[in-house]
């Protein structure tokens, strides 16, 4: 049985395909338009995922969309209606867009999918999961546990906020849910909107930021923005908020509680920034680690499912699983919409049509979401031709170990090998790698290849068999959700001189053996790399140790700034000849940039709006 999820319309629209339960393939559609969390119908993507099985539409038994339109519509409404007439201008605006995606959303679908199939059977194979029920599917399925607890929380689906499942076997049980306009993720949007960055993309900024500040202002969140409970149920306090009725996430009470206008995105960051994302980061921990120590004590279950866009949020992820209420946690990588396709079409497969799950003797049913395109060697020496680049072919051990070695020399890689990522993150198959010893190696790429601002952390990779050596974590962790600190001993003693720098100053001072993937507070965002999941990747880092004795190598998405990650070797040598990466390893294929035709350099700085 094959069944096609699609989530689209909102924002990273993506397409997943599963055969009789087993995952084969799963892309969103920005990475191949090439725009940043495009929102369109996934057209691209369903493509490739059906390409990938050598099937076509009409070889699919059913179609799940990952929310329910109508409710959608009815949720946008209601709310226009509950705070009438205030928001009345934006509304009239809005409505006949509404209309159109979302209360006919239905026949939007079945069009785009007779583009494929002309006879598609729309009415009997189309099929609509609520969003929340979308996201714990996603969390649980694929999860190496056989029952657990599930925690799904982001800005809002149809109505729901936050919810809460449990799965045991191919049963999943939605149980409760917090209703929109009651948020965590609208909240922590609110705040990432303040801060000067954009909302559904700038979050992950704000946690990167949170260490270099001090949450000066998190009581005032408290008493004045949300009321959190014991258990950590929570309520806004809307006046503080225009995110119902208006075209922003905040209003002028929001900003004099907070001493002035949110920051624009051309203004340098100053310490109340750094402060306010502390605030909020701290604020956030505290909600999640209430609601996961009222669910370990209601349940007794020991495994904790999460997905949702706050699920990202690996500062708290890690701290769930230090507070020991669990002993394991499984986060879906493609936490956010995009997995809402996933899930939908796993919610089809086991509770629509009642077929049992089927263990496949890995680590979790993601395949370490390498899900997306691979391209053969020949395929890929004729791509590179005909973009002008310049390279030699080596054999496998041979790309390992030129790789490993311009690692140890302190270069800037472009690894693009097998079949691409799923998700937000890249986990060694569309990734830039890095020496994670060097201390001028965050710096540099941030400013020379990412182009973005300095004060953003990089991930380790490292491997599996190691991690516990590096850092204060013993278990799987490959999709970067957890954080934790690097061990005592790798550490680096501060100076009193250093222990008395403030915000930013604290960005250039080493603090361990691998200041490169350090944070100012001694964290680090970790991917553990296993052999299982990615052989090639984990040699590389297996060479890269036998030359430097360093399991650990910092790894981030092959793109610059506002750029969707590489799909192709044409995307992937586009971004080598746009930036300062000096190597660039495409299968086989090893490419120095000192090689290359000087005419066919790019301008990447200016390319992508900020994201």
Known sequence: MRILGLSAYYHDSAAALVEDGRIVAAAQEERFTRKKHDSEFPGNAVAYCLKHAGVGLDQVDFVAFYDKPFLKFERLVETYLAFAPRGFASFSKAIPVWMREKFFQK?????????????????????????HQSHAASAFFPSPYD????????????WATTSVGYGRGSELEMRREIHFPHSLGLLYSAFTYYTGFKVNSGEYKVMGLAPYGEPRFMQAILDNLIDVKDDGTFRLNL????????????????????????????????????????????????????????????????????????????????????????????????????GGALGAALLAYHLYQHRPRQPNGKIDGMDGSYLGPAFEQADIEQRLARAGARFKVVDERGAIEASAKALAEGKALGWFQGRMEFGPRALGGRSVLGDARSPSMQKMLNLKVKYRESFRPFAPSVLREDVA??????????????????????????TPEENKLFGIDKLNVPRSEIPAVTHV?????????????????????????????????????????????????????????????????????????????PALRLDYKNKFELD
């Open 147 to 158: 029952e657990a607890v599930i925690l799904t929380m982001d800005g809002v689906g149809e």
């Open 469 to 494: 050596d590096w850092f204060e974590l013993d278990t799987d962790s490959p999709y970067m959700l957890l954080v934790a600190d690097v061990v005592q001993r790798r550490r680096r003693a501060m």
């Open 521 to 597: 507070d001694y964290s680090a965002r970790i991917q553990t790399v296993h052999q299982e999941t990615n052989p090639r990747y984990h040699a590389l880092i297996s060479a890269f140790k036998a030359i430097t004795g360093c399991p650990v190598i910092v790894n981030t998405s092959f793109n610059v700034r506002g750029e969707p990650i590489v799909c192709t070797p044409e995307d992937a040598f586009r971004c080598f000849m746009g930036t300062e990466i000096e190597t660039l390893a495409v299968g086989n294929c090893i490419l120095d940039k000192a090689d290359q035709d």
């Open 107 to 131: 026949y939007l679908l079945r069009d785009e999918l007779r583009k494929s199939f002309p006879g598609f059977d729309w009415e009997n194979k189309l099929l609509f999961a609520e969003h």
């Open 239 to 338: 006046d503080y908020f225009d995110y119902c009725t208006g075209l922003r996430m905040t209003n002028e009470k929001f900003d004099a509680l907070f001493g002035g206008p949110p920051r624009k995105p051309d203004q340098l960051l100053t310490q109340r920034e750094m402060d306010i994302a502390a605030s909020i980061q701290a604020v956030t921990e505290k909600v999640v680690l209430r609601l996961t120590r009222a669910l370990a004590k209601e349940t007794g279950c020991k495994n904790l499912c999460l997905a949702g866009g706050v699920a990202l949020n690996c500062v708290a992820n890690g701290k769930v699983l230090r507070a020991g209420q669990f002993d394991k946690i499984w986060v879906q990588p493609a936490a956010g919409d995009a």
